[in-house]
């Protein structure tokens, strides 16, 4: 074995408890960091999911130019057919066309303005989550059903509930009046105040009546088994509509993009928070290596008396460190794998999160991201903290006078 | 690469506001194989000398050469290779790393100088037999008696065949009979080998064992004698 290296592990052992302490606190911050990033990741890929399910899926085909104004009139003809051959050509059923427009709607008693989305009754349920938040009542009954699902907190504005009928007046797509006298039959709850104020669904085909524009949608959306399927699935699209240069494909990054600015919002404060962590970690580290350099003072002395260039010492401090750390890392990341990896598997619950999702649709445990960058980001980040918080003590070696550190008590 | 000259060598310290003289215009020449023993009271200045004349302090003026090498103008690295491969030291309180074995403790410096194990294994071996610690070389210092870790120093100091010695107070922590046994072992290495030795003493019964007796006091040299050593080595 090098004499270095022989010398490092042996120093390391020579006060053991110290050694395990620092070397404890590593293996410690890395399984916490380990932990909490693939918590994090894994309910970011929640919180997208959850999020375009709701709303926008993993992409859309639009009319070009709708998204920056979506008015009425920005609809794409032949919507249903589109659908169809997308379903075909993507190999899954989760693709549906959706219609929205605006409407005043009134019952007996008041009159508010709404936003109408039409939706395929029998396929809107495979790409939103919003079909099963349907608590009271019921989906609609069929295709052309003139039927209309109200969110709760605009149903109770209008003083209706299930069974009553409301009277929808706006524009059609042409410009002509737009009317139609529909019965609620469903009320949604999705425990958010502001998307329950808004929702209201009726069947596209119903809603192409209305408001004239038959056989036409705003939208096809598209939900995917996952966002690392997002890529090809856009590809597959766009060479759809290729020869449709009115509709462009959009991926869900373009449709939320406040979506991703809240993930790196959420992610710049967690990584503050590993940062303090492991600076605190790498200064314990300092705090060992100084320690153990002051003690063997006299000991580098005699080295040095013996021959030993001042940086052959630095190096031995460093590779004392480096095998600190690298257990540390080791033992951190095995740890830390096997819990994340069980993690993944089984899903994580706080307290009360799984009666919350059965209540609002959505999964009652996260899955933590077992993934090579919620493995090494942060371990490896604390490892490179901890060399450099053992250059300090090196650099003490570089200044040390054999004859003054051979007198050193 | 083995005779010492030091030319008008001063060295000055600061304790405090005050000023304490190590070195005073010392000069003096060691010729190879010699067994030299520099003597006073302390504070005379030996051990100034010795760590000037090993490159371990800078002295303020002067010259030091050994063999035809200028050590008072070498740099930092150049004063290392020069202690790894030339010098000896044993120093009073042994000076061992406390994590190696004794063998490991003895293959340390020819492990540095970069010699392979087929080579330093055996020189270890012999030397720690030649110096009476056969069967012991798996010990860690703190399995050792004070004799025989200096042992350990002396073989350390000695099995990489440097062709100068320097001693501080090798003997001071040892009782008299161990103390002898070193000496006896210092005298057999400079006489079989040809080893130059300077030996740091203010030890009389160390004095005996030397050809030559310089006497320092307040950094200078007020005597430089050859003699005939009153104790030959044992066998």
Not at chain 1, 201 to 207: C, N
Not at chain 1, 311 to 324: A, D, F, K, T, Y
Not at chain 1, 349 to 375: D, Q, V, W
Request: a neutral charge.
């Amino acid at each position: 074995m090098n004499v270095t290296l022989r010398l490092a592990w042996r120093n390391l052992w020579r006060n053991r408890r110290r050694t395990w302490l620092t070397v404890g606190a590593m293996i410690f911050t890395n399984l916490l960091m380990i932990f909490l990033i693939s918590l994090q990741l894994g309910s970011y890929d929640m919180m997208i999911e959850n999020s375009l399910r709701a709303f926008t899926g993993h992409l859309q085909v639009q009319r070009l130019g709708y998204l920056e104004e979506p008015r009425l009139r920005e609809s794409f003809n032949g919507a249903q057919a589109l659908a169809e051959q997308l379903r075909s050509r993507l190999g899954v059923q989760n693709v549906a066309a959706r219609a929205k427009g605006f409407a005043l709607a009134s019952s007996e008693d008041r009159s508010f303005g709404i936003q109408i989305l039409g939706v395929e009754p029998d396929y809107e349920p495979r790409v939103s989550s919003l079909p099963g938040l349907v608590k009271t009542g019921s989906w609609f009954s069929s295709e052309a059903a003139e039927e209309i699902v109200l969110g709760a907190v605009v149903a109770r504005n209008l003083k209706v509930g299930v069974g009553d009928e409301i009277t929808l007046i706006g524009s059609g797509r042409d410009g002509s009046f737009a009317a139609a006298l529909v019965t609620v039959v469903g009320l949604l709850e999705s425990g958010i105040p502001d998307l329950d104020r808004l929702v209201a669904q009726m069947p596209l085909r119903t809603f192409q009546a209305v408001f004239s524009m038959p056989d036409q949608a705003h939208m096809l959306v598209v939900e995917l088994g996952g966002l690392d399927q997002v890529a090809a699935a856009l590809q597959q699209a766009q060479q759809l509509i290729s020869e449709r240069p009115e509709l462009v494909a959009l991926d869900w990054d373009v449709l939320q993009p406040g979506l991703k600015q809240a993930i790196q919002t959420d992610m710049a404060s967690a990584w503050f928070m590993y940062a303090v962590l492991i600076i605190l970690v790498s200064l314990s580290v300092m705090n060992t290596q100084l320690m153990s350099v002051l003690e063997r003072t006299r000991e580098f002395g005699t080295m040095l008396a013996l021959g030993i260039r001042p940086g052959r010492l630095g190096r031995l401090v460093m590779l004392e460190s480096l095998v600190m750390s690298g257990l540390g890392l080791a033992i951190g990341v095995c740890g830390g794998a096997i819990l994340a990896l069980y993690l993944s598997q089984a899903g994580f619950s706080y307290p009360g999160m799984e009666e919350m999702g059965a209540k609002f649709n959505l999964p009652g445990r996260i899955y933590p991201a077992f993934t090579l960058l919620a493995l090494f980001w942060g371990p490896s980040v604390l490892f490179v903290g901890a060399m450099l918080a053992t250059i300090y003590p090196a650099l003490k070696l570089l200044r040390l006078q054999p004859v003054a550190a051979m007198r050193a008590v | 690469m083995s005779s010492v000259s030091c030319k008008d060598l001063s060295k000055t310290f600061t304790q405090g506001d005050e000023i304490i003289v190590g070195l005073d215009q010392v000069s003096i020449n060691i010729e190879e194989g010699s067994f030299v023993c520099l003597s006073g009271p302390s504070g005379s200045g030996k051990t100034t000398l010795l760590n000037a004349i090993g490159g371990l302090d800078k002295p303020d003026g002067g010259e030091i050469t050994i063999g035809e090498q200028r050590v008072d103008q070498m740099r930092k690295a150049e004063l290392a290779d020069m202690r790894l491969h030339n010098i000896g030291f044993v120093f009073q309180a042994y000076n061992l790393i406390p994590v190696l074995t004794a063998l490991e403790n003895v293959e340390f410096v020819m492990q540095v100088q970069g010699r392979a194990v087929a080579e330093r294994r055996p020189a270890a071996m012999a030397i720690l037999e030649e110096v009476g610690l056969k069967g012991m070389q798996d010990r860690l210092p703190s399995q050792l008696s004070g004799g025989q870790q200096q042992r350990v120093a002396v073989a350390r100091a000695i099995v990489s065949k440097p062709t100068l010695v320097l001693a501080d107070e090798p003997t001071a922590n040892l009782d008299t009979k161990t103390s002898a046994q070193l000496m006896d072992l210092f005298v057999e290495l400079n006489e079989r080998r040809r080893v130059t030795f300077v030996i740091a003493t203010h030890d009389p019964r160390i004095m005996a064992y030397c050809k030559r007796l310089i006497k320092m006091q307040d950094g200078k040299i007020v005597a430089d004698d050859l003699q005939q050593p009153a104790i030959a080595a044992a066998g």
